[in-house]
């Protein structure tokens, strides 16, 4: 088990369904990875959002060796044990006075998994504030019922299909501002959400979505990457790493999954809606 949370922490997190700040990596070291990304989309020539999803740990060796900073894994195996799957990864980014958002939305609803013993760490790589844009949550909202989202396809929500969860009272949303270097931790019941970046520079972090290696996928046979301990479970075949940036045989499976993913999305959410109006 990882040492990373004391228990008042975990406590929190347990009854609340997310904690912050937590110190991950330095300042001068958040300004690297970003500086990374930003010349990954100068190279490109498209945004990180645009195909650094679900697993964009599958295009940089230093993401997946970010996803396992130990800063990071402890606090994680503190709240869900010590063997430790990555289900997925994806790079948020926000530009200086973008009316993008991210509509309130559970990310449970979504992933296909069982138990929910799952926990995304989101890491600023620029100064995440209330003016930029920080992710905000629901306090204890994780241990309510499975919402219903609507799927809106809005052009400016940052999320594939405009994800929505209607009705949150807005007054009750908690912001979790962070310094570049420091991360945040919420249940993946959690229903949470972003605002326009209204700074004059861009927001740009990155998800990190852990499991417990006993978690099984609802959707058939899929991939992930050990991260800590052991996995005595074989519930999952393993994410191919890259060997270098870009490596052409982790980028192609990336496109794929994130392809699989969004027709997933779709059947998990018309199943729900039938089970709906059937009840
Ligand atoms: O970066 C954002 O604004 C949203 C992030 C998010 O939805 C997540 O980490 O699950």
């Given at each position: 088990m990882g040492s990373g949370l004391t228990q008042q922490q975990i406590d929190f997190f347990q009854t609340s369904g997310y904690l912050f700040p937590l110190n991950a990596i330095s300042s001068t070291e958040a300004a690297t990875l970003r500086g990374r990304i930003e010349t990954y989309e100068a190279q490109s020539g498209?945004?990180?959002?645009?195909?650094?999803?679900?697993?964009?740990?599958?295009?940089?060796p230093w993401m997946c060796e970010l996803a396992r900073h130990p800063a990071i894994v402890e606090a994680v195996q503190s709240l869900i044990g010590s063997d430790v799957l990555l289900f997925g990864s994806s790079a948020f980014a926000k530009n200086a006075r973008d009316i993008r958002f991210v509509s309130w939305h559970q990310d449970s609803a979504y992933y296909g998994?069982?138990?929910?013993?799952c926990v995304t760490a989101w890491i600023a790589l620029s100064p995440a504030t209330s003016e930029s844009g920080c992710l905000r949550v629901l306090p204890g909202s994780h241990r309510g019922p499975d919402l219903v989202h609507e799927e809106?396809?809005?052009?400016?929500?940052?999320l594939a299909r405009g994800q929505s969860l209607q009705?949150?009272?807005?007054?009750?949303a908690v912001e979790m501002p962070l310094e570049p270097g420091q991360f945040s931790l919420h249940h993946e019941r959690t229903a949470h959400d972003s605002l326009p970046n209204r700074s004059d520079d861009r927001r740009i972090g990155v998800a990190f979505f852990y499991m417990a290696a006993h978690v099984r996928s609802t959707l058939g046979p899929r991939s992930a990457m050990p991260v800590a301990g052991?996995?005595?479970?074989?519930h999952w075949s393993r994410d191919p790493e890259p060997r270098t940036d870009l490596d052409p045989v982790s980028m192609e499976y990336l496109d794929s999954i994130w392809a699989r993913y969004r027709d997933q999305a779709a059947t998990i959410q018309a199943a729900r809606r039938a089970d709906q109006s059937a009840a």
């Open positions: 498209e945004e990180v959002n645009k195909r650094l999803k679900i697993k964009a740990h599958l295009a940089f998994l069982d138990p929910h013993d809106t396809y809005d052009a400016n929500n940052l009705g949150i009272d807005d007054n009750l052991v996995d005595a479970y074989g």
